[in-house]
């Protein structure tokens, strides 16, 4: 398991903790909601108060029940603490943060306990935005999901673009000489080429084929190239650059780098050198 899902899970214990586990103090001992929310009001942080409360609503002591009943519905600022918990924004967080199915079976036990003590209107204004997070939080995914979807459309189109102009780029590599004493002068040029820009040694050279041997190590490059004839006396010449077993992106983005490199090189050597 690695750090990512650790530290997630451990947000899901903590957030069940919060509302659920509240009950047990580091001794074994039951905590007590009442003085413990008490002291929280006395404090004025009346967010924590009702947190204890809420979990007094069911508590298995009836008249621990009563008195957070009685003890919520006797402080305004409760009910505006309990509000504010169940509010859009804090459920839909949830919603987001947490697995979903930990996240609804929690939210439900919440609703539960908050019935116990809030009036109808509240309870309804609870429930809405339960599902109005419910429905942000599945709205949300729905975008989430759309914008990877056209991330990985416009990947595969990038991807599409750099293919065709590498083959636009190969292609236009190609040299093509008009007689025997050109194509022979071209293609010793090549093998020079070659030599000048491959990693590789020169393992075949004859009048029709040149090849390094074949790279084995990453962004290692090899070059081959081949005469073709075209007519009595026309050839076109064509180079291949190969690269080593490329098992990371990094390594073929600089193998189709190199490559472009050397394709686009290629015309401007033979006219810089090829004497008419």
Known sequence: MNATHVIGWKSVFVFLTVWTLIGCASTGRPIDYIARAESEINDKNFADAYKSLEYAFLHENSATR?????LYKSQPALRAAAI???SVEKLTSAFRTYEINLAHAELKRRLT???????GDDLAIAHGNYEQAHLNFVKFNEQK?????EKEKQALA??????DNFREVREKSIFRCQDKLECDKAFALTQIYISKISDMKIQVANDTIIETYNPTDTYKIGVSAMKTPRGASSADI???VKCGKNTIVEAD???RRSATTIYQGFPRFMAENLIK
Request: proline content about 0%; aromatic content about 10%.
């Open 238 to 240: 064509s180079i291949s």
């Open 145 to 149: 999901a759309a914008a990877e979807v």
């Open 66 to 70: 009563n008195k957070a009943i009685q």
């Open 253 to 255: 983005n600089y193998c």
């Open 158 to 163: 990038a991807e599409a673009r750099a293919i």
């Open 113 to 119: 306990r908050f019935a116990q003590a809030a009036s």
């Open 84 to 86: 504010e918990s169940f």
